[in-house]
């Protein structure tokens, strides 16, 4: 995905309307459906500023039970973009723009793409669970508990754990 900016970087201050809806493929994310992307790109000096809400929906796996989902992202985008042939661009060969968190565009197109790729990564829960109450697996048997109990007997406690039990059931 790509917008050409030639037309606000005639002016601090102008801006231009960017809507996206439609199939997107990144590494690293599953996501079902269309993605919608509705963004604002302002001329801010030096910069081009790309503001926005940003919605799809991605598979994951549940970190309890394991089971595969479908989770909504609905995120807000906020990102700068500096042209490659100003200034503010390291000219150093041994830094990599990645490692330094600039975006860049060329030739007065923005290339959506990787801001849209990363967005959605760093959206992605850190724990993804199908659902708040997941039970989980059985330690035991690996049962899914969101199913049903299985036949494996109560773990024991340690009876080292005794005081603090009889505190927490208020004994």
Known sequence: MRVDVSDIKRGTGLWKPFEFEGPA???????EGPVRAKFKLTNVGSRILVDGDLHGQVRLSCGRCAESFVAP????VDE????????E????????????????????????????????????????LCREDCQGLCDQCGT????????????????????????????
């Not at 493929?25 to 599953?30: D, N, S, V």
């Not at 723009?97 to 829960?125: C, V």
Request: proline share 7%.
């Open 25 to 31: 493929h990144f590494e690293g994310l599953e996501l």
């Open 73 to 76: 992202l609905d995120l807000e």
């Open 80 to 87: 700068h973009f500096i042209d490659e042939a100003s200034g």
């Open 89 to 128: 661009v390291p000219a150093d060969e041994n830094v990599a723009l990645e490692d330094l968190n600039i975006f860049t565009y060329r030739d007065d197109r923005i290339e959506f793409d990787e801001i849209l790729r990363q967005n959605l990564l760093a959206a992605l829960p850190v724990k993804p």
């Open 144 to 171: 899914n508990l969101n199913l049903g109990k299985c036949s494996c007997p109560s773990e024991e406690i340690d009876p080292r754990w005794g005081p603090l039990m009889k505190l927490k059931n208020g004994s």
